[in-house]
């Protein structure tokens, strides 16, 4: 007798409503989709998303996440910008020359190094970046529609654990 024949009988002689067969896994069902390739896909949604409402306020996502990186840590150099970017070196240079051309940055000598330069955000910067904020959070509510916010927040702290244990890996 299998192991689901075993619990219909078992249900049964309880006087229960029996219970419904369990399906045996197919030998040709399809896995479930690994982790590591739906945070993937979630990630490059996301920057699709967030790149088209970006670009109605005229700024790319990597100029929106440094101006972000700014607000978040006050001054930061161009080596800080792209390692919290995720972007090159080279890449910040760019992005950092083109929003201090827009007037969202200014650059001043670090007072402890001057060999360093510090950029930091303009008040045109915070507008903008307040601007932005609404169209990202429009973005996020769309990907967070149909939880609850229990299961949103949740949801936060996973990533972030996830975050955490992959650096400190």
Same mark, same amino acid.
């Given at each position: 007798?299998?192991?689901?024949?075993?619990?219909?009988?078992?249900?049964?002689?309880? +006087?229960?409503?029996?219970?419904?067969?369990?399906? !045996?896994?197919?030998?040709?069902?399809?896995?479930?989709?690994?982790?590591?390739?739906? /945070?993937?896909?979630?990630?490059?949604?996301?920057?699709?998303?967030?790149?088209?409402?970006? @670009?109605?306020? &005229?700024?790319?996502?990597?100029?929106?996440?440094?101006?972000? %990186?700014?607000?978040?840590?006050?001054?930061?150099?161009?080596?800080? /910008?792209? =390692?919290?970017?995720? /972007?090159?070196?080279? #890449?910040?240079? =760019?992005? %950092? +020359?083109?929003? !201090?051309?827009? &007037?969202? %940055?200014?650059?001043?000598?670090?007072?402890?190094?001057?060999? /360093?330069?510090?950029? #930091?955000?303009?008040?045109? &910067?915070?507008?903008?970046?307040?601007?932005?904020? @609404?169209?990202?959070?429009?973005? =996020? &509510?769309?990907?967070?529609?149909?939880?609850?916010?229990?299961?949103?927040?949740?949801?936060?702290?996973?990533?972030?654990?996830? %975050?955490?244990?992959?650096?400190?890996?």
């Amino acid at each position: 007798m299998s192991l689901v024949q075993t619990l219909n009988v078992t249900s049964m002689t309880r +006087k229960t409503a029996p219970t419904p067969p369990v399906a !045996e896994p197919s030998p040709h069902a399809v896995p479930p989709m690994r982790l590591s390739y739906l /945070i993937g896909q979630l990630d490059r949604i996301v920057s699709r998303r967030l790149a088209e409402a970006l @670009a109605r306020h &005229g700024l790319t996502l990597p100029q929106y996440t440094a101006l972000s %990186v700014l607000r978040a840590r006050g001054q930061s150099s161009n080596a800080q /910008i792209a =390692e919290r970017s995720f /972007i090159t070196p080279q #890449s910040a240079n =760019e992005v %950092v +020359k083109t929003m !201090e051309a827009q &007037g969202w %940055v200014t650059r001043a000598a670090d007072p402890l190094n001057r060999r /360093i330069v510090l950029l #930091s955000l303009t008040d045109a &910067g915070v507008r903008l970046l307040a601007d932005c904020d @609404a169209a990202a959070d429009h973005v =996020e &509510g769309a990907m967070l529609d149909d939880m609850d916010a229990q299961t949103a927040q949740a949801l936060h702290g996973l990533l972030h654990a996830c %975050v955490r244990n992959l650096r400190a890996a």
